[in-house]
């Protein structure tokens, strides 16, 4: 891959064909965009940066903060008169982004590391991608007072609640079983997610020590206030 230029690197994802026909730069897709709406991030100029195949304006692009910023609505994929998925594109940039490690380059982008850590952390542990424990009080304050009262009493809380915590049996974030949580790695190991994990950890391992860090710990938890 090493001596590929970048843009026929990006072709080789199945999406890219699906995403990009011929951009005629008409802006519609910015107009429905809500992440163009709030904030710099732009649709149309993604699409145009990737159809100029300039390996150098791809590289910045894989190394800032503007792939992050799509919220994956899709809304421009009902919209655009030529039926261009930006949506989609940037899913092909965000994985080349940490496939190749552009993604450390970004504040936004640095945070693939929390991310990857909770949730599929989650995933392959649990079975959820959000399991009651990962949601803790310190890192979201935005859960008030109420949240911290749960948190402390999550077992009373989720039984009163009717839900069967942790437990086998059915019921709401009930125990999934060990031969259901191997089947799930082996979804990830068969689908390349398993080895994209692997990047995210070892680039951000490498970017922590970089910015002078000996605690992947303390990497975490500044990477997910927004500190670094
Ligand atoms: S992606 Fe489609 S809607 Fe957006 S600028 Fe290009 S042609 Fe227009
Ligand atoms: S998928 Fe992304 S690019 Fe498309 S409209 Fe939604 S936020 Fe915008």
């Not at 910023?69 to 809304?75: A, E, I, K, T």
């Not at 542990?125 to 949601?135: L, W």
């Given at each position: 891959m090493n001596n590929m230029k970048l843009s026929e690197i990006l072709k080789q994802d199945i999406r890219y064909k699906e995403a990009l026909n011929a951009c005629m730069n008409c802006g519609i897709c910015t107009s429905v965009c809500p992440a163009a709406e709030f904030s710099d991030y732009d649709p149309r100029i993604l699409l145009n940066i990737v159809q100029t195949e300039d390996d150098a304006e791809l590289e910045k692009l894989l190394k800032s903060d503007f792939i992050w910023?799509?919220?994956?609505?899709?809304?421009c994929k009902t919209r655009c008169p030529r039926n261009n998925v930006p949506g989609l594109m940037i899913n092909v940039l965000r994985r080349y982004s940490q496939e190749l490690g552009y993604f450390t380059e970004s504040k936004r982008g640095r945070q693939q590391y929390a991310l990857n850590k909770v949730l599929n952390g989650n995933i392959l542990?649990?079975?959820?991608?959000?399991?009651?424990?990962?949601?803790k009080p310190d890192l979201h304050p935005e859960q008030g007072p109420v949240w911290e009262w749960i948190y402390r009493n999550l077992p009373e809380f989720y039984d009163r609640m009717g839900a069967n915590l942790h437990k086998p049996g059915a019921g709401v974030l009930r125990k999934i079983d060990d031969k259901d949580l191997d089947e799930i790695r082996r979804i990830f190991e068969e689908t390349g997610a398993m080895e994209l994990q692997d990047a995210i950890n070892k680039f951000s391992e490498q970017k922590a020590e970089d910015l002078g860090y000996d605690d992947m710990n303390q990497y975490f938890v500044d990477i997910f206030k927004g500190n670094v």
């Open positions: 910023l799509c919220g994956q609505c899709m809304s542990g649990e079975g959820y991608c959000i399991v009651p424990e990962s949601v």
